[in-house]
């Protein structure tokens, strides 16, 4: 039992190891962005365009959903102010 608890500890240890760049860019949908502006400045960092697609995609859907709320409640939005 103690040598099957070590062993997930060590794969659970290289999973965090190899996901944290993933689960950065997760949690913050600007770091991808950041860190391709840092890449294309200075060559230091990670260029990932996975993670600039990514952050693309939320961004237009972030618009989108926006815009649909606007437009929705744009009537009624000089009553409200």
Do not use: P
Not at 13 to 38: C, G, H, T, V
Not at 43 to 71: H, M
């Amino acid at each position: 039992m103690r040598e099957i608890f070590q062993f997930l500890c060590f794969v659970l240890k290289l999973i965090n190891y190899f996901m944290r760049d993933l689960r950065s860019m997760k949690q913050n949908q600007m770091a991808s962005i950041n860190e391709a502006f840092k890449y294309s400045f200075t060559g230091a960092g990670t260029f990932s365009i996975n993670g600039l697609i990514y952050s693309t995609v939320f961004a237009l859907i972030l618009f989108l959903i926006s815009l649909a709320i606007f437009n929705r409640t744009e009537k009624n939005f000089i009553d409200t102010v």
